[in-house]
């Protein structure tokens, strides 16, 4: 039962993790016209994200590999929690777009500790099973909590 628990936490962090990425899709002209910008430039919170975690994902997961899965799970999903309520209060837009792109460099090595973490308790033959249970998170995040976001802002009048 532990182990699928394990799996669930996973699953869990992933869905904050992919509405941390993609949740920002659908208030993107919500944020242009707060901040006085284009949607291009609006954008690039989406795409700078985007950018770093293709670019710098592989290289930090790799660097990351001989630290402590569990503290590094804990301080990025702290630094993905932190980062998501300086945005909330980030009245301009390059302090948006730092916070934004902070934990993009987390992104990829969270996803595979959190698959690890998973797999590696399961028995053998369940092992299929824990990893699609976390990567489900993600499913989960994409027809969910993404869209929740965008529901939730147009009910309030600012993004915030």
Do not use: C
Request: glycine share 8%; net charge positive.
């Amino acid at each position: 039962m532990r182990k699928n628990k394990i799996a669930w936490a996973g699953a869990l962090a992933l869905i904050g993790i992919i509405t941390t990425e993609f949740g920002i899709i659908g208030i993107l002209d919500d944020l242009a016209k707060y901040y006085h910008i284009s949607i291009d430039t609006a954008g690039y919170l989406l795409s700078g994200f985007a950018m770093i975690v293709a670019l710098a994902g592989p290289i930090v997961t790799l660097y990351t590999g001989k630290f402590n899965r569990k503290v590094l799970m804990i301080l990025g999903l702290l630094l993905f929690l932190t980062t998501a309520v300086v945005s909330f209060f980030s009245p301009p837009f390059w302090v948006l777009l730092l916070v934004r792109f902070l934990p993009a460099f987390l992104h990829p090595t969270l996803i595979s500790i959190a698959v690890y973490a998973a797999t590696s308790n399961a028995a053998p033959k369940y092992q299929h099973q824990m990893m699609s249970i976390v990567i489900g998170g993600i499913a989960i995040a994409t027809v969910t909590t993404i869209p929740l976001t965008t529901y939730i802002s147009g009910l309030v009048i600012s993004w915030r």
